[in-house]
């Protein structure tokens, strides 16, 4: 075990030295741009602080001259900056410019609680993998895939929820009205409970559909029938399957871990979790630039950590058949998608639309208030007497047309940059390190406040994921036979990319990007919800659940409905995403034997070796997409 861990940490160091100076550019950039938060953001910073130590207090110019000379503001941002940067060399962040104290303290016991509230909800997401697997693990060690088709409507509806939703509807049905366990503070075991759920359902059920996704493919690989034919036990297939699948989802869940550390403000603050990101959320809104540094440093640090065990997770795994290029492609074709549920989905979506845009959303009935659902208002009424419905509906406009646009934006960088591994990693551990509502107040600094800046905001971020899956795809995809194979027909680089590398790698990411359509929603509603985004009275998703959250014991319809939508757009993502296929390439292919370029002349000296006969049961054309 020794000898290969030393192997793999002096492969990742050979070449590496352009990326960590890459790594530490990025890192400079972005903590030189939270330095300069207050100044981007055209703000007086001594105001900001003078507000946050108290709003009573009357800003007058001797206060805020004393303030900034406190502080050292009129030295100007640059200052303040290597001022910071001299002090963390020493391992001194400073103080708080709100309290007054030591900074380091508070951010280490802060990051101490998100990384244990991130244990807790990684456990919840490993649960709630294998259930999601569990069908395709039973039906592949069976050998009955190929007369299957793909499930998994239930997880997508799981992974449209929006964590903020599942943690105010724990916290007040199980937390308050049950008892069964404590919904605020943090205290102990059982405190974490209820937030790991909030945290880990959508994301577990997210990977989940992911390596769903991978798991038939490597059911049909050539050991996986020798072993079924040879009798071995279900249970040791169904593991080597996942070992199989499990690496090109590995970058994937250090993604997820540095999201849950960071990204989990909205949990934290309905549960009233002292974690990092409500942390770092409130040093923000403060302009406390310390805390705020400290704090994404640290998540800048955990990113890194996770990126590195990551890799190192994939090279003990398959780092031989990476090296000498023996791997199988995981792309084979697939069962058809199904048809009928994408058709019931959208239909039930746009009939709710349908029906609430011939209503008002603004008209107030101040006499029908919180009203139950009726035949006048099939959705309720919400907490000003406006239908429901009618907000849903007039929402959807802007919340999926803005959500629709980021996604398609997402995708087309993601593929780009994940074509671009060595350029694009660092990127993407930085850029990860960033929660959505940090990367929204960085972005209405720099661009100012307006309708496009919460979707600017979520689309810095939302490329992250799948770059990251099209670089794990891109890397297994390179070491496979059948590419040594067709490079040693005398294939080209722009042959092997377009006809070998590209068939494989787009339909999984293009699948992986629908199924991101209703996080990226999530993402927006999210920064609604913590006040980032739309203000009233906009019907936007995000805002119809922060404005309706509060009553959500009196009145749970008023959440439930925005849900439920949300909960079909899910459905409608995943079961359309099944269908996502490339057309079919046209092959001159012989049975037996690799597809080559079509006019292709093979010296006797380039002649592939002969095939092993365990590889007979591989098809003949594996890149072809059905």
Request: charged share 15%; with cysteine; hydrophobic share 50%.
């Amino acid at each position: 075990m020794t000898r290969p861990l030393s192997a793999a940490l002096r492969t990742l160091a050979r070449g590496d030295g352009l990326a960590l100076l890459w790594r530490a550019l990025l890192t400079a950039g972005l903590v030189g741009a939270i330095g300069l938060l207050p100044w981007l953001s055209r703000t007086d910073p001594a105001l900001t602080v003078l507000k946050a130590r108290s709003s009573e207090r009357d800003p007058s110019p001797e206060a805020l001259r004393a303030i900034r000379d406190e502080l050292g503001l009129e030295e100007g941002p640059l200052s303040l900056l290597g001022r910071w940067l001299g002090g963390l060399l020493h391992g001194d962040v400073g103080r708080s410019w709100v309290s007054d104290t030591e900074v380091l303290p508070s951010a280490a016991q802060a990051l101490g609680a998100s990384l244990l509230l991130m244990a807790g909800a990684v456990v919840v997401v490993l649960v709630t993998v294998a259930v999601v697997c569990a069908r395709t693990l039973w039906l592949g060690t069976r050998r009955r895939l190929g007369t299957s088709r793909p499930g998994g409507t239930g997880s997508a509806v799981l992974a449209a929820l929006p964590e903020f939703l599942i943690a105010s509807v724990l916290a007040s049905v199980v937390g308050v009205q049950l008892g069964w366990l404590p919904a605020l503070g943090w205290y102990g075991p059982q405190w974490m409970i209820l937030p790991s759920l909030a945290l880990g359902l959508p994301a577990g059920a997210v990977l989940g559909r992911m390596l769903d996704d991978l798991l038939p493919a490597a059911f049909a690989e050539p050991w996986a029938l020798a072993a079924a034919a040879r009798g071995l036990p279900t249970g040791s297939i169904a593991r080597q399957a996942l070992r199989r699948c499990v690496p090109g989802l590995l970058p994937n869940l250090g993604l997820f871990v540095v999201g849950l550390t960071g990204g989990s403000v909205a949990v934290e603050q309905i549960f009233d979790i002292p974690g990092l990101g409500r942390l770092t959320l409130r040093a923000a809104l403060a302009q406390d630039l310390p805390v705020l540094q400290t704090g994404t440093l640290a998540l800048v640090a955990l990113a890194a950590g996770a990126a590195l065990l990551a890799r190192l997770g994939v090279r003990w795994l398959i780092g031989p058949a990476l090296r000498d290029g023996a791997l199988h492609s995981l792309h084979r074709p697939a069962p058809p998608a199904p048809r009928v549920a994408p058709l019931v989905y959208a239909l039930a979506l746009a009939t709710a639309i349908g029906l609430g845009l011939l209503r008002d959303p603004l008209a107030l009935d101040t006499a029908a208030k919180l009203q139950a659902p009726s035949a006048a208002h099939p959705f309720g009424t919400d907490a000003l007497g406006r239908d429901v419905l009618a907000r849903v509906a007039h929402g959807a406009l802007e919340t999926l047309g803005i959500a629709l646009a980021v996604s398609a934006a997402a995708l087309l960088t993601g593929i780009l940059l994940g074509l671009l591994p060595r350029l694009s990693g660092p990127l993407i551990d930085t850029v990860n390190a960033v929660p959505p509502a940090l990367a929204a107040l960085l972005v209405t600094g720099i661009t100012g406040s307006g309708p496009w800046t919460p979707a600017l905001a979520v689309t810095v971020v939302a490329w992250s994921p799948l770059a990251t899956h099209t670089s794990s795809l891109l890397r297994q995809e390179r070491a496979t036979l059948h590419l040594t194979a067709t490079r040693a027909l005398g294939a080209g680089r722009w042959y092997l990319f377009r006809h070998e590398l590209l068939p494989a790698i787009l339909p999984p990411v293009v699948r992986h990007g629908l199924l991101r359509l209703p996080g990226i929603a999530l993402s927006l509603a999210a920064l609604g919800f913590l006040g980032l985004g739309s203000q009233p009275p906009s019907p936007e998703w995000g805002l119809l659940l922060a404005e309706n959250q509060p009553y959500v014991e009196r009145a749970p319809w008023a959440v439930l409905a925005p849900a439920t939508v949300l909960a079909l757009l899910g459905a409608l993502a995943v079961t359309a995403a099944g269908g996502v296929r490339l057309p079919r390439l046209k092959r001159n292919c012989q049975p037996g034997a690799r597809p080559g370029p079509p006019s292709t002349q093979v010296p006797p000296a380039a002649e592939p070796p002969r095939p092993d006969p365990a590889l007979t049961a591989v098809s003949a054309c594996p890149t072809e997409i059905p």
